[in-house]
């Protein structure tokens, strides 16, 4: 293994790289019931970079352009400027930071993508004054040359040392969709912008790289000493820091010893690496002093890359990491590079067996700050000294935190999950505020998009009182105006049971007190309101949520003269959909949905309803969940712009196409690219074909306009379950879109009915004081215990058209079974007796008829237990069937 600027390694048994650690004192990890998690602001435009002040509040960079800040006194964001950017691609507004000494110059800088036909990246100063941005003191510190006609990789995090320095991080810049698998070094005439020897490779381009200048007051800046290349040589850039960087997204240095860590976004490539897998590595660096850091001849831990001749499609011999040569005819810079240097952590699509932690899938490798606990002696909530010296690392695709411990050399130790209960929505940005919180900038799910779930949140750690956790219910989110609210703070917590609850709300700008408040709005629009718990010790939760006046949720009601409960062979479902919506004075059928189906696994309806899918589409289920749980999100949604198409663009270009399952099956096991563009497509070579198979089928299920939509109102014979076992469910849901109002997005209402096997088995009960009994060679379960005035009820039961009663039975001391509407002392409207079990005989299943009153409305349902004498194991029930016939 090369050597990492000095960075030994030694294995342990774990799998990890590690070196002794027996200088570092044991200590506890802390409980994560004393990490709370506050979202300050959310629903930002592609949020990428922030800079918190030393007052705690909290500027942020939108790559669309806008510059907002966040006031930690009004809890508001506002926007406080405009950047007129070149938004395509990847760039943008890239980078916020703030000058060493903001308290006395005000000063921030800014990484931004020029928007005009001149194609530069900039680094300007400017001046904030309050919390006003002036455009005219603008300061250009630096342009680096890009080119826009080829996507990707523009970095452009800004960071502060502790000795004033400034580091920028630069992308390769280079077209990375048409490698052919391999490293974009393309040589051919012409292709200039497919060769990384041009920009990341080479010491004369600013790109692919991590710069260090010290800035001056004036507004220029100067070349610190000890940088890659000394000032002079005409053929290497006296700024560069690190080179041989594909995409340095995000990086941190240390504030006591300046090491330099960052996170280098990997390619997708079909080159298998030294440890039996593809090359394709995202990886975490360490840089105790300036370097070369390989891309695109070397990843990882210097394996390296054969050189591929796009010309001839021949691999040719790889590098030697001890002494690099660029011989391509775009570079500008030397020929012979500096050594390079190898990663401290590296990961690829699998499931690394150097850093197992890291999981599998897509990847974007981050890097977050090195705490230290001395840095913030008296913060409120800085973490405890566990984490003292350990290196904060981030996924932006797989949405987790990992700490990392160094021995006391800076070689790297170990990891461990961090807030492993949390899930971060993209996260971007990750630094410390002076309060000694964490602040973690989470991007959100959609690419190139607005996403409600883009928010800014603040990670608070609380020694010995912990803080409450503050949750806030309301009876309803939406509604005309005037709008009656009821909140409820009863759900919040405190992991100190002893601990007693205050309720202070902002509602409006006024200030309400109780763990339950109503309130009416009269104005329309979008309403933020705030709670803050406190408890009697000085610990304080927070939460927030936004309810909406000015549009009143449609009224969707599935009416039916059959039963809503049950289903029997060839039985009718007859029903009429009507919908009501106070704002629209008249409703378009069109915008009304009504599907049915038949789900040959019951369970399969929580799902349908909860993820808002079609009933006629229940076969397509499996393949949207995992769409779901694998990295698809990462590239792809059902219709809204992303890395990679979407599943209706997909679905339109292959459905009904011969062979086209079999292909986009393979494809998603393999990889691939070439067809929407040159990024390549993640394999999943763990897959199996089925669960490939069943993705395709679910996004040709998009594109089917049938969707299993039926009339407003029909009749239905339910014959689809016969034969199919007595699992299944019928399922007809009807929804409705409104067109929005006042400013308010358009609400959507849904009614519903699910029918069920007339066979329920007495095991399913909702509420009971029963046990279930098993017999495990019949694969049998039932329910037993059942003594003088046990119970067990069923919910919400249709009893319409339902004659008599049928219960499986084994007899015991024998009793009475009854049954009563609504509640447990509700009409009688059945009852049988259960003869007692002849002394000395074996107990068998028998099966035995009781008679139903007519009853109508659905109502829960209590089958209760009796006996006079007061006996005890009166009998076994292992089902019940509701009968619409005299059976």
Known sequence: MAENSGVSFIRNKTGNTSTNNSWREALDAPDSSRFTRIILAQGFDEPLGMAILPNNDVLLAERKGSVKIYNRKTKQVKTISNFNVFSGIEDGLLG???DPNFSKNRWIYFYYALAGDLSVNRLSRFELLGDALVQNSEKVLLEIPTQRKYCCHSAGYISFDSNGLLYLSTGDNTNAEETEGYTPVDERPGRALADDQATAA???DLRGKILRIK???????????GNLFPPGNPKARPEIYIMGSRNPYRFSIDRKNSYLYWGDVGPDTKVMGDEGEL???????????????????????????PKYDFETKTLGPKKNPANPVNDSPNNTGERVLPPAQAAMIWYGKKSSKNFPLLGNGG????VGPVYYTDLFPNAPYKLPSYYNGKLFIYEWIRGWIMAVSLDKNGNYLSMEPFLEHLKFKAPVDMQFGNDGALYVLEYGTNWFSKNMDAKLVRIEYQEGNRNPVAEIQTDKQYGASPFSVQFSGNKSIDHDREDK???????DNKEFKGAIVNYTFTKVGAHTVALTVTDNKGGRGMASTQVFAGNTPPDVQIETSSNRSFY??????DYNVLVKDKEESAINPERIKVTFGYLPRGKDVAVILTQNQDAGNFNYLKGQQLTATLDCKSCHSVDRASVGPTYLAISERYSGKQGALTYLADKIIQGGSGVWGERAMIPHPELPKSDAEEIVNYIFSLTDKSGGKRKLKDEIVLKDHIGKGIEGLYLLNATYTDQGANGIEPLQSRDYITLRNPFVQAEDFDEGNVRLGTITTDFLTYATSINHNSFIRFNSIDLRNVRQLKYRVRAQSGGVIEVHHGNKNGPLISSIKIPSRIAGSQAHWTEIIADLKETRGVQDLYFVFTDESGKKNLFDIDWIYFGNTTL
């Open 363 to 366: 990847a974007s490798a981050m």
């Open 96 to 98: 916020i930071a703030i």
């Open 501 to 507: 609850l205050f309720y202070i709300w902002n509602i």
């Open 279 to 305: 090359m394709s590595y995202d990886e975490i660096n360490q840089a105790r002093k300036p370097g070369f850091y390989g891309w695109p001849y070397f990843l990882g831990n210097n394996q390296a890359f």
């Open 215 to 225: 800035p001056l007051d004036n507004g220029t800046y100067a070349i610190p000493q």
């Open 202 to 204: 080479n010491t004369n």
């Open 568 to 573: 029997w062979d060839n039985s009718l479902l």
